[in-house]
């Protein structure tokens, strides 16, 4: 099991729209390692957008450096969201664990992994590996694997609009002073 990508999966799920069945079966495109034989339900699609909720405090949580509230929080998520890890043997050269069994829902199988994958995560490097971008016009979350604990926004493009808005920020600033020309 690779913990870090079902953290960063988790973060993906945050910032994708799982509003309705459709837009769940296509944040779900490409993801074989799920259960093939349950097909995603309405059922899903509500458990999923009171998941977001539920799991979007822990990653504000995170940039705030509340490590106390992150732990807090997940502990209370993986009570009410029981994980029940198995051992597959569908290659039996590479017998492994699965955070669910097959029989799982959708909703089942990916919060599963996302709790799983943030307390593994928390654990092993820290809540404040955790984070909300920093840029004000973006509400995304983003996962923090960046060697120097670096990272504060979601992806390369919120990073360089920022640092445009603050280029542009800084030369206005010097164009309007008095005696610059």
Same mark, same amino acid.
């Given at each position: 099991?690779?913990?870090?990508?079902?953290?960063?999966? /988790? +973060?993906?799920?945050?910032?994708?729209?799982?509003?309705?069945?459709? *837009?769940?079966?296509?944040?779900?495109?490409?993801?074989?390692?799920?259960?093939?034989?349950?097909?995603?339900?309405?059922?899903?699609?509500?458990?999923?957008?009171?998941?977001?909720?539920?799991?979007?405090?822990?990653?504000? +949580?995170?940039?705030?450096?509340?490590? %106390?509230?992150?732990?807090?929080?997940?502990?209370?998520?993986?009570?009410?969201?029981?994980?029940?890890?198995?051992?597959?043997?569908?290659?039996?050269?590479?017998?492994?664990?699965?955070?669910?069994?097959?029989?799982? @829902?959708?909703?089942?199988?990916?919060? @599963? *992994?996302?709790?799983?994958?943030? +307390?593994?995560?928390?654990?092993?490097?820290?809540?404040?590996?955790?984070?909300? /971008?920093?840029?004000?016009? /973006?509400?995304?979350?983003?996962?923090?694997? %960046?060697?120097?604990? %670096?990272?504060?926004?979601?992806?390369?493009?919120? @990073?360089?609009?920022?640092?445009?808005?603050?280029?542009? +920020?800084?030369?206005?600033?010097?164009?309007?002073?008095?005696?610059?020309?």
């Amino acid at each position: 099991m690779d913990f870090v990508r079902y953290a960063e999966q /988790c +973060a993906d799920l945050l910032n994708s729209s799982v509003e309705t069945l459709e *837009e769940l079966k296509a944040h779900l495109a490409g993801r074989d390692d799920l259960n093939p034989t349950n097909s995603p339900t309405e059922r899903d699609v509500a458990q999923l957008r009171a998941f977001h909720g539920q799991v979007r405090p822990i990653f504000a +949580a995170g940039t705030a450096g509340d490590v %106390s509230l992150v732990v807090a929080t997940l502990n209370t998520l993986m009570g009410k969201h029981p994980i029940t890890p198995f051992i597959s043997d569908h290659d039996a050269h590479d017998l492994h664990l699965h955070v669910t069994p097959n029989s799982a @829902s959708v909703a089942h199988q990916l919060i @599963s *992994e996302s709790l799983l994958g943030l +307390a593994t995560l928390v654990c092993e490097l820290g809540a404040t590996r955790l984070g909300l /971008c920093a840029d004000e016009k /973006c509400a995304r979350v983003f996962v923090d694997t %960046s060697p120097n604990q %670096s990272r504060r926004y979601c992806s390369d493009r919120c @990073s360089s609009r920022a640092n445009v808005a603050a280029y542009r +920020a800084r030369k206005k600033a010097a164009n309007h002073q008095p005696g610059l020309a």
